[in-house]
């Protein structure tokens, strides 16, 4: 089994591993232990980060994967590759940080209500940034050499440990909330020195700068490279964060707090298509160099029609045990489960519109994406800052809603336009008729005395219920053919 492929199944079991841990720590740990100010200030802290590390950057993490086999050679240190790819970023840290800096009674302002308390670690967000920004460069560095697994093992299972041990230490009083924020951005600065260590361990830290790296490929394209990457993964981040950060200054970090739990509760709807997405990407790739478009076409459909199915289950399990799932945790986040619906539907959308975006993304008119990913940021931003005042959080999930569905009923027809391909069949609204009559079912449950006999009996009545329409009516034929190779494995 060759690297590529060892790193691939290490990544894969990490994955997994790690968006259960996320989604039980994030989702069910943390809001007992924290109030929702506390996690609405390191929900923030976190978001001011990511920006800031992703506008320093300069859109290098990805020139580093994608010029990298051009200075690959160990014996001489790859030219002198390690020291350009993080010197660059780190000067447009120091300017970043200026800004930064200067703009800080403004930024301060915004937050009216918490100004004290996010004064207090304005400058811990700056620190916080520059580890963002050097695991990321780092991270990209490994994943040019083909050595992932290391750093994804880092980011999605240690760190959300480390975080957790934190709270826990929080929880029985071993640690001040002021220690719990030094302790949560002190462990990104730990992942740091960790891939540093393993970078010295596999012989591939090398620190000493070299002219010859200016010769190798054309600076200019580098930076003309970098500028693209960074408007569109600035556009992604925006999207990502933006809510979280108008909701604490429209309204307040707790309402920050409130609103990033139902954002948690409800990426647990993305995990299937995300993981799709992974085994997508490169087939929609091949589709584009072989320029197979029926066969395209036809993968389209088909994860569209899987990504509706898994996706109407999903929401409806979570939609209907929202309030066994709001009892595991404080009283207050339950204030978030409007949004949490509004959120599922607009992931359950996303969903149902198929890899519209991917087939853009890997097609000749690539381009095209960076401008769908900018519209969507602005378009929320501005629907944010209409909403917000007048629907609280609500507002912002409304805002995030109509955003997601407009942007992708606009990606879709430029996808049909261009390429002469859609991925709705007859079998779309079949699913979502039988979702809705199984989802009513479920609703229709009687709530019992205990909180977990009513979820296990409401989740049991809707999987039933839509397992046994999805069958009877064949609507998706992947899960009569996987119940088909079950019975005739089980027969032998």
């Known amino acids: 089994m060759g690297i590529v492929q060892r790193q691939g199944l290490r990544n894969t079991i990490i994955s997994y591993l790690g968006l259960a841990l996320g989604f039980v720590s994030t989702t069910l740990v943390l809001p007992r232990f924290l109030e929702p100010q506390q996690l609405g200030l390191t929900g923030t802290l976190a978001s001011i980060a990511t920006l800031f590390a992703q506008v320093a950057a300069l859109g290098f993490a990805s020139v580093g994967i994608r010029f990298f086999p051009y200075f690959r050679n160990r014996e001489n240190g790859h030219h002198g590759f390690l020291p350009f790819l993080v010197g660059v970023p780190l000067l447009g840290f120091v300017v970043v940080l200026g800004l930064y800096l200067l703009s800080r009674p403004f930024l301060i302002g915004l937050y009216e209500q918490d100004a004290a308390l996010l004064n207090t670690y304005y400058l811990w967000g700056a620190v916080f940034a520059l580890f963002t920004l050097l695991y990321s460069l780092l991270d990209a560095y490994l994943k040019a050499l083909y050595h992932t697994a290391f750093s994804s093992f880092l980011q999605d299972i240690l760190l959300r440990l480390l975080i957790l041990g934190g709270a826990l230490l929080f929880a029985q009083g071993w640690l001040t909330f002021h220690g719990y924020v030094l302790w949560y951005v002190g462990v990104n600065g730990a992942l740091v020195l960790l891939l540093t260590g393993y970078l010295v361990r596999i012989g591939e830290l ?226 979502l008729l039988i979702a809705a009559a199984a989802g009513l079912a479920g609703w229709l449950v009687p709530t019992l005395p205990s909180a977990l006999l009513t979820m296990l009996l409401r989740s049991a009545t809707l999987a039933g219920v839509y397992a046994g329409l999805i069958l009877l009516t064949g609507v998706a034929p992947e899960v009569a053919a996987l119940l088909k190779g079950l019975r005739q494995r089980l027969g032998h």
Not at 318 to 346: C, E, H, K, P, W
Not at 356 to 363: A, H
């Open 206 to 431: 090398h620190w000493r700068p070299r002219r010859a790296v200016l010769a190798v490929r054309p600076v200019r394209e580098l930076l003309g490279v970098g500028a693209f990457t960074l408007l569109s993964s600035l556009a992604g981040s925006i999207i990502m964060y933006i809510d979280t950060l108008m909701v604490g200054a429209q309204v307040n970090l707790a309402a920050a707090g409130i609103y990033g739990i139902a954002f948690n509760i409800s990426t647990a709807l993305a995990i299937p298509a995300r993981s799709l997405n992974k085994i997508a990407f490169p087939l929609l790739a091949d589709y584009w160099k072989e320029q197979n478009l029926t066969g395209m076409a036809d993968f389209y459909r088909r994860t569209t029609r899987l990504n509706t199915l898994i996706g109407c289950f999903l929401a409806l399990g979570i939609g209907l045990n929202l309030d066994f799932i709001y009892s595991l945790m404080r009283a207050d986040y339950a204030q978030g489960t409007v949004v949490v619906l509004l959120l599922l539907g607009s992931r359950l959308f996303d969903g149902i519109t198929g890899v519209n975006g991917l087939i853009l993304v890997t097609s000749p008119r690539y381009r095209f994406d960076l401008i769908f990913n900018v519209s969507l940021a602005l378009l929320t931003i501005l629907l944010n800052v209409l909403l917000i005042p007048r629907l609280g959080i609500v507002g912002a999930a409304v805002a995030a809603v109509a955003a997601q569905i407009s942007i992708n009923l606009a990606r879709t027809w430029f996808v049909w336009r261009s390429f002469g391909m859609q991925p709705f069949t007859w079998r779309i609204p079949l699913i």
